[in-house]
């Protein structure tokens, strides 16, 4: 079981950064991938990046491409999401999720399904 805390949330102005932490704990010998993900108010869960825990290939929804980027601290066992020139409509609680298994796909990893843990989330808000 792999166990999940995010941190870093906060408010922000538009075009200002913010890193959001995520500590993970337990048997991570499975784990396959992380995920962020993000719900903003009244919307579904979107998927935000992902990040493979044995190569550390990454991936981003179009959307975030070249403002944010998503890492890994092997030592500390925290994975990261860098959020740059922000915006108004990133505003969201933002989840970190694991993934475990063998193998998964890049486009289901940007679908909750293979992400069997998630954290509590952190909320991220936007002043425009």
């Known amino acids: 079981q792999v166990q999940l805390v995010e941190s870093g949330g906060g408010l922000v102005q538009a075009g200002g950064s913010l890193r959001l932490s995520c500590a993970v704990s337990g048997r991570t010998f499975n784990t396959y991938a992380m995920g962020w993900f993000r719900q903003a108010p009244g919307k579904e869960r979107e998927f935000v990046a992902t990040i493979s825990w044995r190569t550390e290939n990454t991936y981003y929804v179009d959307s975030v491409k070249g403002r944010f980027t998503i890492s890994r601290d092997n030592d500390k066992n925290l994975v990261y999401l860098q959020m740059n020139s922000l915006k108004a409509e990133d505003t969201a609680v933002y989840y970190c999720?694991?993934?475990?298994?063998?193998?998964?796909?890049?486009?289901?990893?940007?679908?909750?399904?293979?992400?069997?843990?998630w954290g509590q989330g952190t909320q991220v808000t936007v002043s425009s």
């Open positions: 999720a694991a993934a475990q298994g063998s193998y998964y796909s890049y486009t289901s990893l940007q679908n909750t399904g293979p992400y069997d843990t």
